[in-house]
């Protein structure tokens, strides 16, 4: 099979498309005049969380809102405030450059709260806005900023999550120089602290810390308020939060833990039951389990949970409870999600929203039995929607309407046989303006994890190729491997112990079967993900480098040996992953590596990633780099992102990426191939809408609304 590199079809004469793209600085055809374009992700809006008031009457939502690198400072994308009313209709409550997070209301649902730096806050402080407008007011700050909170049941006390400041005496020895890292010892514990709130509803007096063991998270009041559930982890390391954190019940009034809960492994949310005799967690089945998913319950006294679902395939998200007897959860089953009710007794599942169209994401329940929902779909991102006791879900926000004026591609869903008789399933987004009879590029894209899944939603983001690809000509195939979550403990138990085997011939196998289908062409397959997306990226491109024309490998990992020693989560690699040391089996480890491999190469291969990435550590986008371009067997790139962690965060590092990744694909399976593209991007966009002027008038129209129905901006 040729390669991109070998092919000597691509390097046929350009044809005139290729030279009026190469003037807006892509090696390929432009986007279909009414496809999805980067600069339209760039611009993509999404609702976040939902919190419906006490009396279920009105819904107070984020919205993340892009930053316009050209147009104000880069940065992360904001966060606004809106509240949907008894009728539906949304309006903006905070809006503008601001970073609005863990919204809640006050019981008396007088007020939505939220975090918010502002001023003169030392990190986010407590702010409370009444729901019938006014100025949002400082109810509570601390030093180094709080991480999250709840308000007991009668609004008297706030509980809230902290980090444990540095003493002043070492603040001024570093200042003076004496700065010195002692590696993993630094820690300091996230507290839980408890403030008392006044008539006039701001805090009053110092709050009081309550000694506990650890480091706190998951934070939730009893319905009594005579109890708080809180995780505890040993330290407040990120392998310890993912892999220690035990549910202890604790006094408010003097910190004594009164039950301990023996959950297993990972752990998700935790809800009380209204009567405050039992708790609902989402977590894993054992400390080998992937991913929590299990829905268990327990007494509030402490001891080992009880799992409601045992042998569930699929993995719930989210647990809350409709009675003192019943519990609510959403939960995902292959590529859908579904809403369910279940008896704590047992039972069969009562299913609310069985599979549909929609991806849910978020929940939060109304008077009478209803609930408002975050989903997505294969035709827009996270909106808000409302659903009736038996009734069918109503959307209720429209963050993006200029979609409409696009052309999307079709998505299915696809399932095939792997070579070993098991069935995956994947996501298929098909050319747009699909030619019956013709073959495409495929792009395979892979999500990381593996403990991680597609849902068949929106599938277009900066880093995934989605719709914008399709509209380019490709096709765009998304697989949920064996080792995915969706499909219950057993199914992401499958890639264990057994790194780039099985778990990375289904992708393989995944485009056998889109060959055979007769849409992809065999010779222009691209392969692509993030984290262990990018360490199938790099495997493709080595070790599987006859069957891939083009890789862009994200944040991956390319050394098996290396991986454990320089990860912020090595305890998680070996009890979820790899399930055995290195020192175990050291060549085990280096044959699984993509770096052992590199003289098989043949696959033009793009790298990207962040500096300040703490889970895989920059060094193997390095090491991978540089053998690649030591043996200049095809061309390598590697193009880092100061500053950017595990996937970037800042909106022109996220276009950058978009940009790059795209243009190396069109290269290699549309274009001319042979010699990397040019280093240098123009970021200018086509014509056609995006973020210039279309997007500067439809901001500006809707800014102007935004004006007469604001309630607050503090226009930072």
């Keep these: 099979m040729r390669t991109a590199a070998t092919d000597p079809r691509r390097f046929a004469p350009i044809p005139i498309l290729l030279l009026i793209a190469a003037l807006l600085g892509f090696a390929a055809p432009p986007a279909a005049a009414d496809g999805l374009t980067p600069w339209d992700v760039a611009r993509l809006r999404s609702v976040g969380d939902v919190e419906a008031s006490p009396d279920g009457q009105h819904v107070a939502y984020t919205l993340s809102v892009q930053r316009n690198p050209f147009e104000e400072e880069n940065g992360s994308a904001w966060r606004e405030l809106h509240v949907l009313g008894p009728d539906g209709t949304s309006r903006p409550y905070v809006s503008g450059q601001v970073a609005i997070g863990d919204v809640s209301w006050t019981p008396d649902g007088r007020a939505i709260t939220f975090l918010d730096e502002r001023g003169d806050d030392d990190g986010d402080a407590l702010y409370a806005l009444p729901l019938a407008g006014g100025e949002a007011r400082r109810v509570l700050s601390h030093d180094g900023g709080i991480d999250s909170y709840a308000w007991a049941p009668d609004g008297r006390h706030v509980a809230f999550l902290a980090d444990e400041q540095e003493p002043e005496e070492a603040e001024e020895m570093e200042e003076k120089g004496f700065d010195a890292e002692i590696f993993e010892e630094e820690w300091r514990p996230t507290r839980v602290w408890i403030a008392e709130i006044g008539d006039d509803g701001m805090a009053k007096g110092e709050p009081r810390v309550l000694e506990l063991d650890g480091s706190a998270s998951e934070l939730s009041w009893s319905p009594a308020g005579d109890r708080i559930a809180v995780a505890l982890a040993p330290t407040s390391l990120i392998d310890d939060h993912y892999m220690s954190r035990r549910v202890h019940v604790v006094d408010p009034t003097n910190g004594t833990v009164t039950g301990s809960v023996a ?78 009710t279940l008896d704590v007794d047992g039972g069969e599942p009562n299913v609310l929203l069985p599979a549909g169209d929609v991806a849910w994401s978020d929940m939060a329940q109304l008077a009478g039995g209803g609930l408002v929902l975050v989903g997505e779909s294969a035709r827009h991102p996270d909106e808000v929607y409302r659903v009736t006791d038996g009734g069918t879900p109503e959307r209720l926000t429209d963050s993006n309407p200029w979609l409409a004026e696009r052309d999307l591609a079709a998505q299915e869903v696809v399932t095939f046989e792997a070579r070993d008789g098991l069935e995956i399933d994947g996501i298929l987004i098909r050319p747009l303006g699909e030619v019956e009879g013709n073959r495409y590029p495929l792009i395979l894209s892979v999500h990381g994890g593996p403990e991680a899944h597609h849902s068949n939603g929106w ?174 067997n095809a061309p390598v790139r590697y193009v880092r992102y100061p500053g950017e962690p595990h996937g970037n965060r800042k909106a022109a590092a996220r276009l950058d990426y978009n940009l790059r990744m795209l243009r190396w694909f069109e290269h290699y399976l549309q274009g001319p191939g042979g010699e990397a593209p040019a280093a240098d991007l123009d970021y200018g966009e086509p014509v056609a809408g995006g973020m210039g002027s279309d997007m500067e008038a439809d901001e500006e129209a809707e800014g102007e609304e935004m004006e007469e129905d604001r309630v607050e901006d503090d226009g930072r």
């Design 263 to 340: 959950n297993p492994g990972k752990l998700g949310n935790v809800a009380w039951s209204p009567d405050g005799r039992h708790l609902a967690m989402v977590s894993a089945a054992d400390l080998n389990d992937p991913s929590e998913g299990r829905l268990m319950v327990v007494p509030a006294s402490g001891g080992t949970p009880r799992d409601l679902l045992p042998g569930y395939e699929g993995h719930v998200d989210q647990v809350a409870w409709r009675d003192a007897s019943t519990i609510l959860y959403r939960a995902s089953e292959r590529v859908s999600t579904v809403v369910a």
């Design 459 to 632: 599938m277009t983001s900066y880093s995934g190729p989605g719709q914008v690809a399709a509209a380019r000509g490709f096709a765009v195939f998304y697989t949920n491997y064996r080792g995915s979550t969706g499909r219950g403990v057993a199914f992401s138990k499958l890639s264990q112990a057994d790194p780039a085997g099985l778990e990375f011939q289904d992708l393989v196998d995944a485009v056998d079967h889109l060959v055979s289908t007769g849409l992809v062409d065999e010779d222009k397959v691209g392969i692509t993900g993030g984290s262990y997306g990018g360490y199938a990226t790099a495997w493709g491109s080595t070790y599987y480098s006859e069957r891939f024309a083009a890789g862009v490998m994200f944040v991956g990992i390319s050394d098996k040996v290396a991986k454990l020693g320089m990860s912020d989560i090595p305890k998680e690699e070996y009890e979820v992953h790899a399930r055995e040391w290195p020192w175990e089996d050291w060549q085990k480890m280096l044959e699984t590596s993509p770096i052992y491999h590199v003289e098989k190469s043949k696959t033009p291969l793009l790298i990207m990633g962040g500096t300040a990435d703490t889970r895989v550590n920059p060094a193997h986008s390095l090491i991978l780099y540089r053998y690649l371009k030591l043996l200049g």
